[in-house]
């Protein structure tokens, strides 16, 4: 646990302007790397009050995620094992509601008969068709089995018209 504190601790100056503004869906592993993980949307009944947080409606009723605004969050999400961040492509508004879709995520994985060379071959075609659409993706590496594109978007972007640009 100390190790990934420390970890998050050194690279919150890079990981703070991603997650800033937007709701975290976490991946825990509360009894450790060798036990299965599950994802979190709902902020624990036992957080600590400083932490910012905002509601989304599901079909299952309302979520309260966390917002980190911080060191002092990511150590927290460290302290309680949420070892994967996972955020949408877009922040809440001032008044809490959502807001335009500000990037763009293309998500590559490996499938049956489909290795990570053939997604890094997708993923330059896509970076050649986005860059003729005025986007200039950067790739991410998943760590464990695929790659993503990230590419910031124009403002006034739904994120209907964010799913529109992928599908496309």
Same mark, same amino acid.
């Given at each position: ?10 690279? @919150? &100056?890079?990981?703070? &302007? ?18 299965? &993980? ?8 036992? %957080?600590? @009050?400083?932490?910012?947080?905002? +509601?989304?409606?599901? *079909? /299952? ?19 309680? @094992? ?11 508004? +001032? ?14 994985? &490996? ?8 997604? %890094? ?20 590496? $998943?760590? $464990? ?5 990230? %590419? ?5 972007? *739904? /994120?209907?018209? %964010? ?6």
């Amino acid at each position: 646990k100390g190790e990934v504190i420390h970890y998050f601790t050194r690279i @919150a &100056p890079l990981m703070l &302007p991603h997650l800033a503004g937007r709701p975290v869906t976490r991946k825990r592993w509360p009894e450790g790397t060798d036990h299965p &993980p599950f994802f979190a949307k709902d902020l624990e009944a036992g %957080a600590p @009050a400083w932490i910012a947080r905002e +509601s989304i409606d599901h *079909s /299952s009723g309302a979520k309260t995620y966390p917002i980190v605004t911080g060191v002092a969050t990511l150590v927290y999400l460290a302290q309680v @094992a949420s070892l994967e961040l996972h955020v949408p492509q877009w922040r809440f508004t +001032s008044e809490g509601t959502r807001g335009d879709a500000d990037r763009l995520v293309l998500d590559l994985d &490996p499938g049956p008969g489909v290795g990570l060379a053939e997604c %890094a071959e997708v993923a330059r075609w896509a970076r050649e068709i986005l860059g003729h659409m005025g986007l200039h993706p950067f790739p991410v590496t $998943s760590g $464990s089995k695929g790659l993503q594109l990230y %590419a910031a978007l124009p403002p006034g972007q *739904s /994120s209907e018209s %964010a799913s529109a640009i992928a599908h496309e």
